[in-house]
């Protein structure tokens, strides 16, 4: 697993370098890498206050995987998973009501109670095994976010009956959104945070040119292979994939993800191999990451539809057959590459 994510930081770090071709030298920079929330990150500023800025924004980034963290039984969430209910941050408040925003949206494709489910497929703990069909039955009737009691005033969570809630699938879309409140804090000149599959832009390059950032070919995410590259500016771009987390069942030999599909229980298989989410925001754009990898190609273009200019998305999908997909207002900042067929969605 961990070989997985060096090597994904290996093809974001020549995405970097790419990145960062058109720096001026005379802009100080700062940048560090770090292993939290269960993914190699890199954080790297442009500026005067460049090396406080990085440090502010490692702090920042600790700070979240200890309150967040379903790994560390200390965190507010696993206490919350304990006990049932518990008064919780300002973050985890505020990711709690964009995830079941989100989660009403999209029916029910996004939807955080899935942790006892991660719990049983062994994503927690890497302990992995395939769950009996009455345990994936019995575990999704706990499910729904339209369980949850939420009190934004007091700040409090009461979950259902066995519930838990596991924030996996919009924390580090809040994480980059923190860090880009630390970037102008430093008023830097601009800055690039890569967290796993997101990626959060703030500015331009320091010589005026976007961000030039790859999204990773499935089929080949541990090499430096790319989909296409999307020029950035003031933008996340937030992928989800299978090939991201995974294992393959010994007995059967079917390989199983991350993403589950909170209609079946079990990984989803919506036709998709990669889906970005392209948004100023990036607590939205891994909400939706995640959410658009369970609903599939027709629904995700529904959603864009109806939300695309109330939220400020755009995506970049990749179909089985090996079709790239992008929606009209990201098109332009897209370049795919050459070895796919290229289809753009109005
Ligand atoms: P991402 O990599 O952003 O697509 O998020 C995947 C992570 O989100 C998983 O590791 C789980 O922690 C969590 N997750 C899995 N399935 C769902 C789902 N259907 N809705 C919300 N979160 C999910
Ligand atoms: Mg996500």
Redesign the pocket.
Same mark, same amino acid.
């Given at each position: 697993m961990r070989n997985k994510a060096l090597s994904l930081t290996l093809v974001l770090a020549f995405l970097l370098s790419l990145c960062s071709c058109g720096i001026r030298k005379q802009v100080p920079s700062a940048s560090k890498e770090i292993f939290a929330m269960d993914t190699y990150m890199t954080i790297t500023c442009y500026g005067e206050n460049c090396e406080d800025a990085v440090n502010a924004s490692v702090e920042e980034i600790n700070r979240l995987d200890n309150l967040l963290s379903?790994g560390k039984e200390t965190s507010e969430i696993s206490k919350l998973n304990e006990s049932g209910s518990a008064v919780l941050s300002d973050d985890s408040i505020t990711m709690i009501k964009e995830?079941i925003d989100v989660y009403q949206k999209t029916n029910g494709?996004?939807?955080?109670t899935?942790?006892p489910l991660?719990v049983a497929w062994g994503?927690t703990t890497q302990d992995f095994t395939v769950p009996e069909e009455s345990t994936i039955q019995e575990l999704l009737s706990y499910m729904g976010c339209d369980k949850l009691q939420l009190n934004e005033e007091k700040k409090t969570l009461v979950l259902g009956k066995h519930q838990g809630i596991?924030? *996996? @699938?919009?924390a580090?879309?809040y994480a980059s959104d923190q860090l880009i409140e630390i970037f102008k804090k430093y008023d830097l000149a601009a800055g690039l945070i890569s967290l *796993? @599959?997101?990626v959060q832009t703030y500015k331009t390059n320091t010589d005026g040119s976007r961000w030039r950032c790859g999204i990773t070919n499935p089929a080949d995410p541990e090499g430096t292979d790319y989909l296409g590259i999307l020029n950035l500016e003031d933008q996340a771009a937030?992928t989800?994939g299978a090939y991201?987390?995974n294992f393959t069942d010994e007995k059967t030999g079917k390989t199983y993800h991350?993403?589950?599909?909170?209609a079946t229980g079990y990984s989803?298989d919506s036709g998709l191999t990669s889906v970005t989410i392209i948004c100023p925001k990036g607590i939205v754009a891994?909400?939706l990451?995640?959410?658009f990898?369970?609903m599939g190609l027709e629904k995700a273009t529904e959603y864009w539809h109806t939300y695309g200019a109330e939220d400020h998305f755009e995506f970049v999908v990749q179909t089985e057959d090996g079709t790239v997909y992008a929606t009209s207002g990201i098109a332009d900042q897209f370049e795919v590459n050459d070895k796919f067929n290229l289809k753009v969605v109005n």
């Open positions: 379903i995830a494709a996004f939807d955080i899935v942790y991660m994503f596991d924030l *996996g @699938g919009i580090k879309g *796993g @599959g997101n937030v989800s991201q987390r991350h993403i589950i599909d909170p989803a891994d909400a990451s995640t959410s990898y369970v």
